[in-house]
């Protein structure tokens, strides 16, 4: 049992970790950084029941075996739902905490929201599936979260810098963009492994190894180009 439960954390805890050293202006509170995990499990939560709600919905619209309900399940059912839900919970926890200060913050907390999400999904299956799903998972499902929550993460700092210079329509779209992108990402991510095909599961590792190679170069160079708002 405490085997399953520390394989299932540990990758999450080292990636929050990881961010946390990266964040080198002021080091946020460890009370904001449980904060924003836990916001992770409620969109987890959350987002469980708007999976089954839509699920429903497309099985009434769509015929299980047709691509078209791979791909709307994909980018809706999953990528949505699950992308929304970390959105709210995250602006809910952090977008009027004062420690939001500087650019690289938001990119943190959306990063630590998706991290808590993924912890909590990846407890539900390695509880299930065993110690071998952790080991895949550890360098699949894990880094893949923390990537959507890094790409919401930069749109959504790319906001709270707009609302500091009084440009609100800047802000209203880069919201919007925080939902939008690390959903399309998510959604081509789970649409490759759901049709199965040769050719999109070729597309899914080299996904994965973009994640690892763009991405977290990515977050490494926001951290060093971090700025304070004002």
Not at 65 to 93: M, Q, T
Request: proline share 2%; glycine share 6%; with cysteine.
């Amino acid at each position: 049992m405490e085997i399953l439960l520390i394989s299932a954390l540990l990758p999450g805890i080292l990636f929050v970790i990881y961010l946390y050293r990266l964040d080198h202006i002021e080091k946020e509170p460890v009370s904001l950084i449980i904060k924003l995990l836990f916001a992770g499990v409620a969109s987890a939560v959350l987002a469980y029941f708007l999976e089954v709600v839509l699920e429903d919905i497309i099985l009434m619209l769509f015929d299980f075996s047709y691509s078209l309900y791979f791909i709307v399940d994909a980018f809706v059912v999953v990528g949505l739902s699950e992308e929304f839900a970390k959105f709210l919970f995250l602006k809910k926890n952090s977008w009027s905490d004062h420690n939001f200060n500087c650019a690289f913050d938001g990119v943190l907390y959306s990063a630590l929201a998706a991290l808590g999400f993924a912890m909590s999904e990846n407890i539900l299956y390695v509880f299930s599936y065993g110690l071998p799903t952790a080991l895949t998972r550890a360098f699949t499902s894990i880094p893949a979260h923390l990537a959507f929550g890094i790409i919401m993460g930069i749109f959504y700092s790319n906001a709270k810098m707009a609302q500091y210079k009084g440009d609100e329509k800047k802000c209203r779209i880069n919201l919007v963009y925080s939902i939008f992108f690390p959903t399309i990402l998510h959604g081509f991510y789970d649409y490759c492994l759901f049709d199965g095909s040769d050719l999109l599961m070729v597309l899914w590792g080299l996904t994965i190894i973009i994640i690892y190679i763009v991405v977290f170069k990515l977050v490494r160079e926001y951290a060093k180009n971090d700025t304070e708002f004002y």
